[in-house]
Nanobody, 114 residues
Framework: QVQLVESGGGLVQPGGSLRLSCAAS????????MAWYRQAPGKQREVVAV???????SYAGSVRGRFTISRDNAKNTLYLQMDSLKPEDTAVYYC????????WGQGTQVTVSS
């Protein structure tokens, strides 16, 4: 059974930082593409960053230069370092694993507000 568990969300002031984690089990983590998505209230879910099994990363234009996606294959864990946070980054953040099909975590809330 595949499980993805996100953590690290919370309330942060504009300009602050957060680090999200996604612990994976039930998949061959080192061989799957992993991604972070987010969904703000009233908006569609959108991709934030994607990382391949070898560590090649790509980013949405709105977060490039501020967010960094990474993975630790030894710990079966995906990360998203978020710096210079803006109010428009407020959303529920989800991790996704793709191994023959897509698997999603339950999400973690990130709120950027003063």
């Amino acid at each position: 059974q595949v499980q993805l568990v996100e953590s690290g969300g919370g309330l942060v002031q504009p300009g602050g930082s957060l680090r999200l984690s996604c612990a994976a089990s039930g998949i061959i983590f080192s061989s799957v593409v992993m991604a972070w998505y987010r969904q703000a209230p009233g908006k569609q879910r959108e991709v934030v960053a994607v990382i391949g099994s070898y560590g090649t990363a790509s980013y949405a234009g709105s977060v490039r230069g501020r967010f960094t996606i990474s993975r630790d294959n030894a710990k079966n864990t995906l990360y998203l370092q978020m710096d210079s946070l803006k109010p428009e980054d407020t959303a529920v953040y989800y991790c996704k694993a793709t191994q023959r099909q897509d698997y999603w975590g339950q999400g973690t809330q990130v709120t950027v507000s003063s």
